[in-house]
């Protein structure tokens, strides 16, 4: 397939707290920001080949009249069956133009410069399914901003959900290497660095729904 994973995020309170479990793990965090238009905010881990990604509502207005406001993030927010993660690829550097790994839309951010936008999987409007976003103009082959990064590997990311791929988005999305997309009773999302060399897990539920292992 010719997409790789970026990067993954999980939809959480105000402020990100529950990201200082991370920290208390001996995870290193890296630069924060803002999306102008989506009304969201962020706090990152980097790690070797990817990042995690927690995002937030700072401004439910912005997110509900900007050109983000079809992804829903104040409803995602509070309806509690809601899907909190969203999975970013990329394409591959043999990717061909103009190519769509998925069914969906374009999303035009307002902190990107036209026509460099996300491709959004058409499941968007279900709020049980997680968020897929394409990137198309992402250029594999262009030098990238190095931030602080942890020193494991993101060897596999399995996502759990109690949807049924009402748009087969997900089932596409999960041929990606290094991701599975599964059915669950709940939603959670699980996360395996350098292959568990270390023998390390952490379940940071009930206040995230995420496990990680390294």
Not at 31 to 56: C, D, K, V
Not at 180 to 200: K, Q, V, W, Y
Request: glycine letters at 8%; hydrophobic letters at 35%.
């Amino acid at each position: 397939m010719n997409l790789q994973l970026d990067h993954v995020f999980i939809l959480v309170e105000p402020e990100a707290e529950v990201a200082d479990r991370l920290l208390e793990s001996g995870f290193q965090e890296g630069p924060s920001n803002t999306h102008p238009g989506q009304g969201t905010a962020n706090r990152r881990f980097y790690f070797a080949n990817g990042m995690l990604e927690f995002i937030w509502v700072r401004d439910a207005h912005e997110a509900k009249t900007g050109p983000g406001r079809d992804l829903q993030f104040p409803k995602r927010s509070e309806d509690p069956a809601a899907s909190p993660f969203g999975i970013i690829f990329v394409p591959r550097q043999n990717a061909t133009s103009g190519d769509r790994p998925f069914p969906g839309w374009h999303y035009q951010p307002a902190y990107f410069p036209p026509p460099r936008g996300f491709h959004v999987g058409a499941n968007s409007h279900n709020l049980t399914e997680p968020l897929c976003f394409y990137f198309p103009f992402y250029d594999p082959g262009v030098p990238k901003p190095q931030p602080q990064r942890n020193p494991q590997t993101i060897s596999d990311i399995v996502i759990a959900t109690p949807a049924t791929d009402t748009t087969g988005v997900l089932a596409l999305a999960s041929q990606c290497d290094r991701l599975s997309i599964c059915f669950g009773p709940a939603h959670l999302m699980e996360i395996t660095l350098d292959n568990h060399a270390a023998g390390r897990t952490e379940d940071y539920r009930p206040a995230l729904p995420l496990i990680l292992r390294w």
